[in-house]
């Protein structure tokens, strides 16, 4: 059952979910998310998967919208890229509950302002407590995308997963 909640999204977690063929799985855990025009700009300007984000884009689920905080933006540039800055500085407007991001400064920043933050394997890892997906398998895709996950963090979300099916 997707939550209400207000979610901004930066490139990399749509992205590799695009390359993974698990974009649904944000429609199954969101009713919706939002997305600075800085970082369609950036899902759109790739070669892999455009086909595919530009219809996830257009397709009702995702809003594109520019933050009116130019400020912030400038001031988050000097740490991160244009579609992160856009994104956090977004998700401070908005309240959002929830930014998807990956990268570490990004995630640093956005929790200097208080706004939890969760990622592509976050994603991933809600999806198989869920039973909507393996997660070695999927955690393996991701890899095989270029997709780095230290070897800590990918045991550690196999051992999450498989501590919630025992009951544990």
Do not use: C
């Amino acid at each position: 059952m997707p939550t209400d909640e207000g979610v901004v999204a930066d490139t990399s977690p749509l992205l590799n979910l695009a390359l993974i063929d698990r974009l649904e799985l944000l429609r199954s855990q969101f009713s919706s998310i939002t997305v600075p025009e800085a970082v369609r700009s950036e899902l759109l300007a790739g070669e892999g998967e455009v086909d595919r984000l530009e219809s996830f884009l257009e397709s009702g689920f995702v809003t594109v919208t520019r933050p009116q905080r130019t400020d912030l933006v400038r001031e988050f540039q000097t740490e991160l890229d244009e579609g992160e800055a856009a994104a956090i500085a977004l998700a401070i407007e908005h309240g959002a509950e929830l930014v998807l991001i990956d990268e570490r400064d990004g995630r640093q920043v956005a929790r200097r302002h208080d706004l939890p933050v969760t990622g592509v394997v976050g994603v991933l890892l809600k999806a198989a407590e869920r039973g909507e997906l393996a997660i070695a398998p999927a955690l393996d895709a991701l890899r095989d995308a270029g997709f780095w996950i230290d070897d800590e963090l990918y045991q550690q979300a196999i051992d999450a997963v498989d501590d919630g099916q025992d009951g544990t």
